[in-house]
């Protein structure tokens, strides 16, 4: 069967608690960015590990910008940064033209209301509130 991913589609795979994120480059092949490996380009099968991908295709500049870019080369040198270079930076990036982590400024902004919320009252309840507040409200941002 032949894959429903096109190249310049973003494609998606949770990967424990968040969401794990690459750029189809042709030829079921996925670039995509990892701690151990940076930047590289990778398998389908090998990008999906066993679980469910979720595509998002692109506008058609958006496409062609991603197939323009660098990915086209090969050349995928740039390592792996938790909060400066990681997979979704590398997305964005390449989509977007700016490097960006919705998913990473969600967990700093739920994370910086809790530890907040939980000094004030000293009660868990209220710093797990405000952690999901943090979330939901950088998810609707995210938008």
């Known amino acids: ?9 973003i494609v998606s795979r949770r ?14 092949r996925i670039l995509h960015n990892t701690p151990f490996k940076g930047e590289h380009i990778c398998s389908e099968a090998e990008f999906s590990n066993g679980r469910r991908l979720y595509v ?3 506008d058609v500049q958006a496409r062609r910008r991603v197939l323009q870019s ?16 990681n997979c979704e930076h590398t997305v964005s990036r390449l989509a977007q033209g700016r ?6 400024r969600s967990w700093v902004v739920g994370t910086g209301l809790a530890v907040a919320a ?21 998810g609707k941002l995210n938008r």
């Open 70 to 85: 660098h990915v086209e080369t090969g050349r995928t040198s740039r390592g792996y940064n938790l909060l400066t270079n």
């Open 15 to 28: 990967k424990g608690p968040v969401m794990h994120k690459g750029i189809a480059v042709g030829h079921n």
């Open 99 to 104: 490097a960006q982590s919705p998913q990473l």
């Open 1 to 9: 069967m032949a894959s429903r991913i096109r190249p310049g589609d």
């Open 56 to 58: 998002q295709s692109l």
């Open 118 to 138: 939980f000094a004030l009252t000293r009660h868990p309840a209220a710093a797990a509130a405000a952690y999901a507040l943090g979330r939901k409200i950088t």
